[in-house]
């Protein structure tokens, strides 16, 4: 698959689809572009053309010494899409690739059709939660035993993939650089923009897992974003693009097309 220059470095990506509206596609904390697979394959591709990326220090991109920061990230999606010379696009983030999403709209908000934010990493982070040190302690033993993953995961979603995503999952974790580890969990956790989410001025839909363990920040976060619209998916936890990639597929879809409904 091919490559784009991003400012310093290359970021690798998988490019499907022959439709006239552009849409991207970020990963989460440890991914890279194939959590997507299932969401691409139900997605109609006659409508969209899905760039679908890894992040620096993910999959096959490039693994520079810094730069893995929600702002970079945004920086970098919206440096490869200008070299593929894409100038608008509909955007949707998972997780990570969330609060990336946020960003992309603070930093580059002329750039975006619509912003759809899948169980996005809070925009007011969660330093200090009594979890966090937990979590990443689990993450860094997992990489050196990663049959410790499936321990860690638990907390992830509801609904287990299939034998074969588990093992992508495990593979991305393993496989991501060191700088994406641990730069990249601290700088989402120390971060604070909950109070400029009002300035975001693209059509924006907030995707929620009812029984995702961010529930509660990411219905607070939608509340403070304007012209925004919210899909709760009933006993679904983080991992939505696995869970439910036909809902999920469906909701992208309706979304680029339809935007925001009339306020009430």
């Not at 946020?102 to 982070?125: E, K, N, T, V, Y």
């Amino acid at each position: 698959m091919p490559r784009v220059q991003a400012n310093e470095i290359q970021l690798h990506y998988q490019e499907v689809g022959d439709g006239p509206e552009p849409l991207v596609l970020v990963h989460g904390y440890q991914s890279s572009h194939r959590v997507w697979c299932d969401v691409i394959a139900n997605l109609p591709l006659d409508r969209f053309r899905v760039f679908a990326f890894d992040l620096r220090g993910a999959g096959e991109s490039d693994r520079p010494d810094s730069g893995y920061d929600p702002v970079q990230y945004a920086d970098d999606i919206a440096a490869a899409m200008s070299g593929l010379g894409v100038e608008t696009f509909h955007y949707a983030g998972t997780s990570m690739g969330g609060m990336t999403g946020m960003q992309l709209a603070l930093r580059h908000p002329q750039r975006l059709r619509s912003l759809i934010l899948i169980a996005p990493a809070p925009a007011d982070g969660w330093e200090g939660a009594d979890w966090s040190d937990e979590f990443l302690r689990g993450m860094r033993e997992a990489r050196a035993n990663p049959s410790l993953y499936r321990e860690t995961a638990k907390t992830l979603w509801t609904r287990p993939p299939r034998e074969e995503l588990f093992k992508i999952y495990v593979e991305d974790a393993v496989g991501c650089s060191e700088g994406h580890l641990e730069e990249s969990w601290q700088t989402m956790e120390r971060m604070h923009i909950a109070a400029r989410l009002g300035e975001i001025t693209a059509p924006t839909m907030v995707v929620v897992g009812d029984r995702d363990f961010l529930r509660n920040d990411n219905l607070a976060d939608a509340a403070r974003i304007p012209n925004s619209a919210l899909h709760v998916f009933y006993r679904v936890g983080h991992f939505i693009p696995w869970e439910v990639p036909e809902g999920l597929a469906d909701v992208i879809t309706d979304f680029a097309g339809h935007g925001t409904a009339p306020a009430p």
